[in-house]
Protein backbone atom coordinates (compact mmCIF):
# COMPACT_ATOMS: atom_id res chain seq x y z
CA UNK A 1 0.00 0.00 0.00
CA UNK A 2 1.12 3.46 -1.18
CA UNK A 3 1.37 5.99 1.74
CA UNK A 4 1.90 8.96 -0.26
CA UNK A 5 5.78 8.96 0.14
CA UNK A 6 8.09 7.85 -2.72
CA UNK A 7 10.00 4.26 -2.17
CA UNK A 8 13.16 3.17 -4.17
CA UNK A 9 13.70 -0.17 -4.45
CA UNK A 10 16.66 -1.34 -2.38
CA UNK A 11 19.57 -3.01 -4.20
CA UNK A 12 18.77 -6.26 -3.05
CA UNK A 13 15.83 -6.01 -5.17
CA UNK A 14 16.59 -4.40 -8.37
CA UNK A 15 17.99 -6.94 -10.86
CA UNK A 16 21.48 -7.01 -12.12
CA UNK A 17 21.01 -5.65 -15.88
CA UNK A 18 19.23 -2.77 -14.00
CA UNK A 19 22.05 -2.32 -11.65
CA UNK A 20 24.26 -2.42 -15.00
CA UNK A 21 21.92 0.22 -16.94
CA UNK A 22 21.82 2.98 -14.33
CA UNK A 23 25.54 2.76 -13.96
CA UNK A 24 26.45 3.40 -17.75
CA UNK A 25 23.49 5.97 -17.66
CA UNK A 26 24.65 7.81 -14.87
CA UNK A 27 28.44 8.39 -16.48
CA UNK A 28 28.55 11.47 -18.01
CA UNK A 29 29.89 9.85 -21.09
CA UNK A 30 28.00 7.02 -21.68
CA UNK A 31 29.07 3.61 -23.75
CA UNK A 32 26.34 4.66 -26.29
CA UNK A 33 28.08 8.33 -26.49
CA UNK A 34 31.28 7.20 -26.97
CA UNK A 35 31.14 4.67 -29.87
CA UNK A 36 28.61 7.66 -31.36
CA UNK A 37 31.20 9.86 -31.06
CA UNK A 38 33.88 7.31 -33.01
CA UNK A 39 31.59 6.44 -35.53
CA UNK A 40 31.40 10.12 -36.25
CA UNK A 41 35.07 10.56 -36.30
CA UNK A 42 35.84 7.21 -38.18
CA UNK A 43 33.83 8.87 -40.87
CA UNK A 44 34.46 12.51 -40.31
CA UNK A 45 37.83 11.08 -41.62
CA UNK A 46 36.47 9.83 -44.76
CA UNK A 47 35.30 13.43 -45.67
CA UNK A 48 37.01 16.12 -47.14
CA UNK A 49 38.91 18.55 -45.19
CA UNK A 50 36.08 21.30 -44.33
CA UNK A 51 33.46 18.87 -43.20
CA UNK A 52 35.98 17.26 -40.81
CA UNK A 53 37.09 20.83 -39.35
CA UNK A 54 33.37 21.21 -38.44
CA UNK A 55 33.11 18.10 -37.21
CA UNK A 56 35.97 18.00 -35.52
CA UNK A 57 34.59 20.76 -33.29
CA UNK A 58 31.50 19.52 -32.72
CA UNK A 59 32.67 16.69 -30.86
CA UNK A 60 35.22 18.79 -29.48
CA UNK A 61 31.97 20.41 -27.71
CA UNK A 62 30.33 17.05 -26.95
CA UNK A 63 33.19 15.95 -25.43
CA UNK A 64 34.01 18.65 -23.12
CA UNK A 65 30.44 19.21 -22.17
CA UNK A 66 29.37 15.69 -22.35
CA UNK A 67 25.41 14.65 -22.82
CA UNK A 68 22.56 15.90 -21.27
CA UNK A 69 22.61 19.88 -21.49
CA UNK A 70 20.02 21.75 -23.43
CA UNK A 71 20.40 22.82 -27.13
CA UNK A 72 21.20 26.20 -26.45
CA UNK A 73 24.25 25.26 -24.36
CA UNK A 74 25.80 22.95 -27.16
CA UNK A 75 24.90 25.89 -29.74
CA UNK A 76 26.68 28.67 -27.92
CA UNK A 77 29.66 26.32 -27.55
CA UNK A 78 29.94 25.34 -31.01
CA UNK A 79 29.22 28.99 -31.70
CA UNK A 80 32.74 29.72 -29.79
CA UNK A 81 34.51 26.67 -31.09
CA UNK A 82 33.76 27.55 -34.78
CA UNK A 83 34.82 31.09 -33.85
CA UNK A 84 38.29 29.79 -32.24
CA UNK A 85 38.72 27.63 -35.71
CA UNK A 86 37.91 30.84 -37.93
CA UNK A 87 34.96 29.13 -39.50
CA UNK A 88 32.65 31.25 -40.32
CA UNK A 89 28.82 30.53 -40.17
CA UNK A 90 25.41 32.39 -39.54
CA UNK A 91 23.22 31.28 -36.48
CA UNK A 92 19.48 30.05 -36.61
CA UNK A 93 19.23 31.16 -40.05
CA UNK A 94 14.96 30.46 -40.76
CA UNK A 95 14.01 27.94 -43.24
CA UNK A 96 10.61 27.74 -44.60
CA UNK A 97 9.46 24.31 -44.17
CA UNK A 98 6.52 22.90 -45.48
CA UNK A 99 4.88 19.67 -43.56
CA UNK A 100 2.37 17.81 -45.31
CA UNK A 101 0.98 20.87 -47.10
CA UNK A 102 1.16 22.97 -43.93
CA UNK A 103 3.55 26.02 -45.18
CA UNK A 104 5.10 27.16 -41.59
CA UNK A 105 7.22 30.23 -42.06
CA UNK A 106 10.43 31.11 -40.62
CA UNK A 107 11.57 27.80 -38.69
CA UNK A 108 14.75 26.33 -38.74
Known sequence: MN??????????????????????AATPHSVAAQRAVRALENAAAERDPFTQRVIGCALEVHKA???????????????HELRINQIKFD???ELPVVYK????????
Open 65 to 79: LGPGLLESAYEACLC
Open 91 to 93: RQV
Open 3 to 24: DGRSRRLSTEHRPAQFEAELAV
Open 101 to 108: KLQLDGYC
